[in-house]
């Protein structure tokens, strides 16, 4: 599945995958290394 992440703090948005959901969830924002919660991600509607 893809999630579009949004940074609390910084702001920056884009798509990650499950594994990089919960690497960024562990880890914090990859841009500003902010916190981040599960409300920071929105499943990424397919466009079919």
Do not use: H, K
Request: hydrophobic content about 40%.
């Amino acid at each position: 599945m893809t999630y579009e992440f949004t940074c609390p703090d910084c702001r920056r948005a884009f798509a990650v995958t499950d594994s990089m959901r919960d690497a960024t969830l562990q880890s914090g924002c990859p841009v500003c290394g902010a916190p981040v919660a599960d409300a920071d991600f929105a499943p990424e509607s397919s466009a079919a």
